[in-house]
């Protein structure tokens, strides 16, 4: 029986990766999502997973689905925390309402998902989370002080997580992007992507396959001794 694999914000340009990349090592994929019904529909049946919908935020709305995944395909051996949202504004501009929605989708979001697969983990005895910060939260970004905020708040989270859990045969680690091409980049001109560019040692944009490989890694049996880490896919623009 294939193992299982839930990964959050599936529809997404990185998650949408990640999800392909599971499948593609023989994981059962569900495609988590909160608004992209349509997309994880298709991306579900195009890797022969299953779609389901949820906001991380909301913890009564995420134990139902890891029970409704439980009953179905087994509980989750693998748990990508990749739901996110962010917004660029000055700290003292943004609204409270943008503030509190980074911070507890972000944030808050991947302790809930955390808290409702790990008691199956610890069970068994066995399996991995993989959460998805941000160079930002290694480093701070202005005028995306509250997403940087939440992103350190995951890497802490990891460090904290992958010590308790250890004892349990459970391994927790971060993947920390730096600039990937999706399509929430679109909205840099030609002149402004050429500028970023240039501060990439590497000269080149991340793709999230980059990110997708960092993920399979760190799931897979070559991981085995690595927990706790932050493992920075940035082209060396953060070191």
């Known amino acids: 029986m294939n193992k299982t694999a839930l990964v959050t914000g599936g529809a997404g340009g990185i998650g949408s990766a990640v999800c392909r990349r599971l499948a593609a090592d023989g994981y059962f994929v569900w495609v988590g ?5 349509g997309k994880a529909e298709a991306l579900a049946a195009e890797i022969s997973g299953k779609a389901v919908g949820f906001d991380v935020a909301n913890v009564e709305a995420v134990r139902s689905a890891v029970e409704a995944i439980t009953k179905e395909s087994g509980a989750p051996d693998v748990l990508v925390n990749n739901a996110g949202v962010s917004e660029i504004d000055l700290f003292t501009s943004i609204s409270q309402s943008a503030a509190d ?3 507890s989708v972000d944030l808050v979001g991947t302790l809930n998902c955390s808290r409702a ?4 983990m ?8 993989v959460n998805i910060s941000s160079m930002w939260g290694q480093v701070g970004a202005s005028c995306e002080v ?4 939440a992103k350190a708040g995951i890497i802490g989270f990891t460090k904290a997580l992958a010590k308790e859990v250890a004892p349990s045969g459970i391994r927790v680690n971060c993947v920390s992007p730096g600039f990937i091409m999706t399509e ?3 909205r840099f001109t030609a002149e402004e992507l050429e500028a970023i560019r ?5 000269g080149i944009f991340g793709e999230p396959k980059h990110v997708a490989d960092a993920v399979a890694f760190l799931v897979s049996g070559q991981a085995e001794f690595i927990t706790g880490q932050v493992l920075a896919v940035n082209g060396g623009m953060v070191i």
């Open 33 to 37: 999502y909160a608004h992209s019904a």
């Open 101 to 103: 929605r980074i911070m």
């Open 117 to 120: 697969v790990l008691p199956a």
């Open 122 to 129: 610890i069970s068994r005895k066995s399996g991995n989370i």
């Open 146 to 149: 509250d997403y940087s905020a």
């Open 184 to 186: 929430m980049n679109s």
């Open 198 to 202: 240039d501060e990439i040692p590497l």
